[in-house]
């Protein structure tokens, strides 16, 4: 992966999103969502996983709404939350609204933790990438996959929540439209077991990538918790 490629799309992705904090402030609008649907997002990131109990990196967190939407929807349950996200004020946020979560400004690529989570989610983080570099997007693409199950456990799930070339017209050409069938090629590189949900948006998909994809050889079914 061509590191400078990450540095750029840090550095813009860092510039685009204060901008938008400095406009909106604590607003879904300032994450670049529009039409109210976070919650919607998180329950289809959420609803094929156990996470009672459970360890969980939130990687670009934001103002740490995964953890909010985990309080209020599945109280009674709970979860060991980490949060990073590349944006400082998002974190100083993030922290505010909820002190029993773990926040870090930092981006995938440089966190460093001794820790494996059960499940390690990113919802929008490959918006930002850049659409005329588009070859150098997809290797950017492979390579947070990579990272992002290099902290998963050995039964951990890998979710990303991304946006879909099959749209009637893109809101921004600033945006990032990843084209599903790329995704699932590179999702299979790393493991059979797949799944991808693109059944509650029409412009938006929902990528699960079981780490442990062990079978039963005499049923060849996988080893399902």
Not at 51 to 75: M, P, Q, R
Not at 130 to 158: H, M, N, Q, W
Request: charged share 30%; net charge negative.
């Amino acid at each position: 992966m061509n590191k400078s490629y990450i540095e750029d799309n840090r550095e813009k992705s860092v510039s685009k999103l204060e901008e938008l904090f400095s406009q909106y402030g604590v607003d879904e609008r300032s994450l670049g969502w529009t039409k109210h649907k976070q919650s919607i997002r998180f329950a289809q990131m959420l609803s094929p996983l156990h996470i009672d109990g459970a360890s969980l990196l939130d990687v670009g967190c934001g103002f740490g709404d995964l953890l909010t939407y985990i309080k209020t929807e599945h109280s009674g349950e709970t979860v060991d939350y980490t949060g990073i996200d590349i944006v400082p004020e998002f974190i100083d946020v993030a922290k505010q609204k909820n002190g029993d979560g773990s926040f870090l400004n930092t981006d995938l690529f440089k966190f460093e933790s001794y820790k494996r989570y059960k499940y390690v989610v990113a919802c929008g983080c490959l918006t930002y990438l850049d659409p005329k570099r588009e070859e150098e997007s997809y290797e950017f693409v492979d390579a947070f996959i990579t990272k992002a199950l290099d902290y998963c456990t050995d039964d951990g799930v890998a979710v990303f929540h991304f946006m879909t070339d099959k749209v009637d017209f893109k809101s921004s050409e600033e945006d990032f439209h990843i084209t599903p069938e790329r995704m699932l090629q590179i999702a299979y590189k790393h493991s059979r077991r797949v799944v991808l949900d693109n059944s509650i948006f029409p412009f938006e998909a929902c990528l699960f990538i079981y780490k442990d994809d062990s079978f039963k050889k005499e049923t060849t079914v996988f080893n399902i918790d």
